[in-house]
């Protein structure tokens, strides 16, 4: 995978929330082989290490010609953007165009005490 | 009735939310033999097993030619779909389409600790 | 007045929310004898039985040339629906359109503990 | 003044919202003499009698011509109408149009134990 | 400065709400000389007294060729009505034409009890 | 750097919150060289000093050429800020222009006690 | 077919527009099998014959599983409804939902002397 | 190139108008190897043919990884969708999303006695 | 001034509209130093040359810091992009944003016959 | 009266439209004292000259404590701007807030060949 590159965060000495929308995502679905397009929502609480956006953007295009279901990409997006910039809290939200009628959002949360969502 | 399939659960130590909204159900007025249309969202934080979404189409197609009301077809969703992937939570609305100036909506839900819904 | 048709729960052991809303009530002022649109909304959950639509359509027309006030036309939903299917919960909204400038909106609800309203 | 009717509360077994709107409320400015244009919102709980809403209209026609400011009128509707009905409890709102491109609202409250409104 | 008149509060048994809103303030700015535009809103609870509109229209005039700062003239203005009709609690709004890309808001509250403002 | 200027607090005796909002904000990206447009929104409330807006505007047209991340220069706003005018509280939130399809949101935040924001 | 009831037009000395949309069409789709949704407008100048309404409806009924094309069932309405009741003039327009991100709109036209549509 | 199925014109004899909108048509920016996205309707009146939809969907598909100017693909759907179906007239509307604060969007049009556009 | 690549239009044949919208240009005011913020539209109908994307977007960068009035800055876009590709029409529009309460929008236009623009 | 500027136009060999919007003007009207607030636009092709933004808006500022008619204020603009500048053509527009619930808008010409102005 292409590396997201990271900067020391300017302000480690206070907490404060850093939100990266990116709305041109596009995968292909694991069973059919279209495309699928969708809109990401990185939002976080940085401790030592920011994102570098450019790099980000790199990250996202390398699914451009991968298969991989909803639930599993939202979820490696937490894992990655967490082992790479270890943030104090990070939520991640996918939104996925309409299919057949059918349209989904899958919603992950990473907290260091692992608060318990609800629905 | 389609089977709908499942597949592991690319987190299952992680508490996350999946929504799937279908705005195209369509299934049978068992009194007047009308059609009747509707919008179904499922929503549900999954714990070992994720509900395929083209299969889950499948499923809903089944239910174009079918008599059914609005309440039992509600419930059912929420049985089968508990059923077929034993969800943590799990939460089924459906609106219905105006008919003859009426229109509805049914709201169920399933935790596995039986929480009490009110008005 | 016609009779309401009820069918057995199709989902007795779980609490959920049925909502049926009237678009186009109408019912005939008992002063000035001119006719009353309003929009009723019935919303509740149901424990044995549950109310079938399209008799409950009927049970909305014998009102049409009725004279009735709003506040006695709102609590004999109430009180008509709570005896015919004996809800766990019920709540009924009436909104009337303007008449002279004037709208009006009335609210009454049911449950078994008797909660009290506020403004 | 014209007497508001008022009619037996057809529930008053039951705590429920009676909500009331005059969207062409027109009194004079005591000062300029000229017209003034409102919105004015009753809601309350009634408790042995309902307001009867033909005869609301024309007390508040009775105003066309009378001199008199909004915090006067406002605290009077509230003031008459729980006189009228003894309400359980009771809120009058009125909205005035752009004067001179200054607007205003005043909003009053009447309930049995006196509860207190703050900003 | 003109004389802003005062009227007794015609329910001053009762808490209740009194909102003005002026469109279309116009003072100086102090620095430049240039006009600044903006909406100042007066939100209060009376106590024995009530604020005239008209003769606060002629209090408002007054700033329009006057040098002075947002948040001056906003704390001059609940200052001065403060001053002149005593309230139980009082708001001012004032919100800022943009100028050279930026543009302005300024809260200010009085309390008797001094309640403490937070962002 | 452009100096901001401070004046007295015209009101020190009383917390009330002063926003600006600069909807025409822009600086350089540091890694592409290319132009970056963001609305900056700073919220506070002053303890003995008010920031001047015209030097704020000149303070913030010396970013025009200056490279810096949007993490960076939403701090800097923070800290420059803070030591300026030495307010209550403070809050500072900078939204960015779409850039290859992603847009981005910084929000800091200063309290005399440090609270703790989460996501 | 089902047959589409007629009645004689009640103004036929005058040129007025007739427009019946339905909301809820569906067929199926000729080469997938899945299903399809549109919106279908018919909109027309009668001449000495006016469709009935709920004939009109059940002869939508009859589509619900058939499988055809978007432009074939759009001009199979223009040349049906054009058979039935004569018209002076008569348009077709069917929208039909998005299916793998594209969706279609068809557009057809009757006149007696046959006018030509361009783009 | 994916080959686009046609299929002979439900109705030759009347001219009408097909509309096709992709909402997710992306292809690469030839000089940055950036993918861009693009909006493309294609609007005609057919003649002896008509193009069938899901191979069209596929045909788009091709261009997800190929480097081409807005303009030439804009052109190139025109010629390739002419030669495929001979339609009468023929417009192709491509809208592309912002990119560094620009966005562009190209209209070409087909005309058997090729009509002249001007601004 | 930076080159504005031209790169041969691929459908020299044929007349179509090319436009393209800088949402963030910004130059500097001559009298005032302070910069300035618009919108500039171009639209063109291409000759033989079609102007490239990101060679533009250089093109629109070298104004950041120069100082030039609305007038001269869009006769000057009209001027550079006609001797650049030399098409058969093209239109500038630009709007500016609002300074001191005003805003102002120029527009130019250039056709091979000079065609006259009337208000 | 301040003397508006002016500068050489830029282009004079081409007709080009020059609008200036003023959204914050203000007058006082002559019969009440009381100020009046307005939307002025100035739209002109212009011959020699331009007319310089700043010193318009001085010019504009000078009208704040002037009373005057809204009809001659309008006509005022037209001689002064067109003696200043000797355009080709210019339009004034001037709409001016509510006043007891009435708006005014008046539109003042000049051409070279004085065209007549038609409802």
């Not at 965060?9 to 480690?12: I, T």
């Given at each position: 995978m292409a590396k997201i590159e990271v900067f020391p965060?300017?302000?480690?000495q206070r907490r404060y929330i850093i939100e990266h929308v990116n709305n041109e995502f596009t995968s292909v679905c694991p069973i059919t082989g279209l495309p699928d397009f969708g809109i990401v929502t990185v939002r976080y609480i940085p401790d030592k290490m920011c994102m570098e956006l450019k790099s980000m953007k790199y990250y996202f295009f390398e699914f451009r010609n991968k298969g991989i279901f909803y639930e599993a990409v939202t979820n490696k997006f937490l894992d990655d953007f967490v082992e790479i910039c270890q943030p104090i809290e990070m939520e991640i939200v996918t939104e996925w165009k309409t299919r057949g009628g059918m349209n989904s959002t899958i919603t992950a949360k990473y907290t260091k005490n692992n608060d318990v969502i609800t629905l």
């Open positions: 965060n300017p302000a480690p």
